[in-house]
């Protein structure tokens, strides 16, 4: 009730499946690609649900998924 659209409160976004990668890639596996150091879910104490991946480190996930 004290979310305005002029002063919100909380946002959201809609999401939408656009495809499958071809295999799904391990934590442990993450953690050893080159590129990816900087990932938010590599860092200790940080498992969100939702996290950024800029382009460069999708490439490298989509790279070494098949």
Known sequence: ?????EKPRWQAVNLA??????R????QE????????????LRKGSRLSVMP?????WQIIRGHAG
């Not at 009730?1 to 659209?5: A, G, M």
Request: cysteine-free; hydrophobic content about 40%.
């Open 53 to 57: 991946v800029s382009e460069e480190e």
């Open 24 to 27: 799904l890639i391990p934590l």
């Open 30 to 41: 993450i953690k050893t690609l080159p590129g990816l150091e900087e990932l938010p879910l």
């Open 1 to 5: 009730p004290k979310s305005t659209l």
């Open 17 to 22: 499946l656009v495809r499958k990668l071809p």
